[in-house]
């Protein structure tokens, strides 16, 4: 079965840090571009950030730059996205999907539709 299975995600204060992963199973994640995008109740999809399948670009957007980071682990076909200095508008479910088309990270933020695989989604919950 070929899916992405994100973890991590829980319950933390203002300030605070997650990890979460981006897990696959029955593909190999080295061939495909991944972005992590979040959505809050009532609102629109948001890009959080991309890597490209070298590991040796990477993308953000503007609200989380300087405070998230992307990485990915070949040995673990797992990404990574570090959250640290969270703050309340953090808040949302966070999902991880996976893009063969491209190796960088060009139009991440905006051709949703070519991504070939998509997680169920992990919930971040930033509150005191």
């Known amino acids: 079965q070929l899916q992405l299975v994100e973890s991590g995600g829980d319950l933390v204060q203002p300030g605070g840090s997650l990890r979460l992963s981006c897990a696959a199973s029955?593909?190999?994640?080295?061939?495909?571009?991944i972005g992590w995008f979040r959505q809050a109740p009532g609102k629109e999809r948001e890009g959080v950030s991309c890597i490209s399948t070298s590991g040796d670009r990477t993308k953000y957007g503007d609200s989380v730059k300087g405070r998230f980071t992307i990485s990915r682990d070949s040995a673990k076909n797992t990404v990574y996205l570090q959250m640290n200095n969270l703050k309340s508008e953090d808040t949302a479910v966070y999902y991880c999907a996976a893009r063969a088309r491209y190796s960088s990270c060009v139009d991440w933020n905006v051709r949703l539709h070519i991504y070939d695989y998509w997680g169920q989604g992990t919930q971040v919950t930033v509150s005191s």
């Open positions: 029955g593909f190999l994640l080295d061939y495909y571009t």
